[in-house]
Nanobody
């Protein structure tokens, strides 16, 4: 089982920055595909950013150039650096891990979510 512990959410003014962290359990963290999702009230959950075990990244168009996903395998932690925040970035942000086992089986794990509110 993989446990994900998130931190870093909060209230920030438009144009400000936040850095979200997600600490994962497990001895094979470097092989996990890690993602950040977000969900605003009344809206579908959307994929914000993904980083593979090999370091490849993808972002939803609305955050390109403003958000950066990274990982520190020595700390079993993935980060989401969020800059130039906009009110439409307000949402609950969820950490996600995809774990592929040697057998070919896969499991998906979710953090509890952390609230990000961008408001003046």
């Amino acid at each position: 089982q993989v446990q994900l512990v998130e931190s870093g959410g909060g209230l920030v003014q438009p144009g400000g920055s936040l850095r979200l962290s997600c600490a994962a359990s497990g001895s094979t963290f470097s092989s996990y595909v890690m993602s950040w999702y977000r969900q605003a009230p009344g809206k579908q959950r959307e994929l914000v950013a993904t980083i593979t075990g090999g370091g490849n990244t993808n972002y939803v168009d609305s955050v390109k150039g403003r958000f950066t996903i990274s990982r520190d395998n020595a700390k079993n932690t993935v980060y989401l650096q969020m800059n130039i925040l906009k009110p439409e970035d307000s949402a609950v942000y969820y950490c996600n891990a995809l774990v592929v086992r040697l057998s070919g089986g896969r499991s998906v794990y979710w953090g509890q979510g952390t609230q990000v509110t961008v408001s003046s």
